[in-house]
């Protein structure tokens, strides 16, 4: 009898609690692992996702600056205008106004130019591409908008015209600008966690 009862008697307060104590500590282990793990894959991904935006910005910048040309256009109502190319602070959200060639059209299947009216603003944190898909369009004509990157506390644009650099620059018929292309640009983002990204761009379908 006295057999049967060892036999059926379970474990003593003293196994349970230990046995809860180290699982404990395991379960504790595990959930700081797996925190670092899940916190490690966010921080890749969000360094990931700003390198591949920094290498989308890159390439529009040097297709855009690399294509520009000093031609005139009209605005959306018709009107001449009287920059043809500026950059830097344009007294409201652009950063840069140009017109660029290269506007690839496979085939001539589109009933357009190779040209496009490109701008650049800044506002609220994000940089931002306008397009639209008619040179000198009318202002029935949408505009296409790109978001390129958030997060950026300031951009800042310099010219560089062969001797000086230069914070700003207007190229159009006198007397509003100059009767050049810079022939570099330079553009540098600051952002919000104090990192700086800075490229230099040619300037000039000619050049």
Same mark, same amino acid.
């Given at each position: ?104 059209? +496979?085939? %001539? ?5 190779? &040209?496009?009216? /490109? #701008?650049?603003? $800044? *506002? =609220? !944190?994000?940089?931002? @591409? ?44 006198? +007397?509003? %600008? ?5 022939? &570099?640009?330079? /553009? #540098?983002?600051? $952002? *919000? =966690? !104090?990192?700086?990204? @800075? ?9």
């Amino acid at each position: 009898m006295r057999d049967a009862l060892k036999k059926q008697a379970g474990f003593t307060l003293v196994e349970v609690l230990v046995s809860l104590f180290i699982f404990s500590i395991l379960s504790a282990s595990t959930l700081t692992v797996l925190t670092s793990t899940l916190q490690s894959k966010a921080q890749l991904a969000e360094k990931s996702e700003r390198l591949r935006q920094n290498d989308i910005l890159r390439v529009l910048l040097k297709a855009d600056f690399e294509n520009a040309l000093l031609i005139p256009k009209t605005d959306e109502f018709g009107q001449p205008m009287p920059i043809w190319f500026a950059g830097g602070a344009l007294g409201d959200n652009r950063v840069l106004v140009l017109s660029r060639t290269g506007w690839d059209n +496979p085939g %001539g299947i589109e009933r357009r130019s190779n &040209l496009q009216s /490109v #701008e650049y603003s $800044f *506002e =609220n !944190g994000g940089l931002t @591409r306008h397009v639209r898909p008619r040179f000198n369009a009318l202002s029935t004509v949408p505009t296409l908008d790109q978001s390129l990157m958030k997060g950026i506390r300031t951009v800042n644009m310099t010219f560089f015209d062969g001797q000086i650099w230069g914070q700003n620059w207007l190229s159009g018929p006198p +007397p509003q %600008g100059v009767q050049n292309l810079p022939v &570099l640009a330079a /553009v #540098e983002l600051v $952002f *919000e =966690n !104090g990192e700086t990204l @800075r490229q230099i761009f040619r300037v000039g379908a000619d050049q």
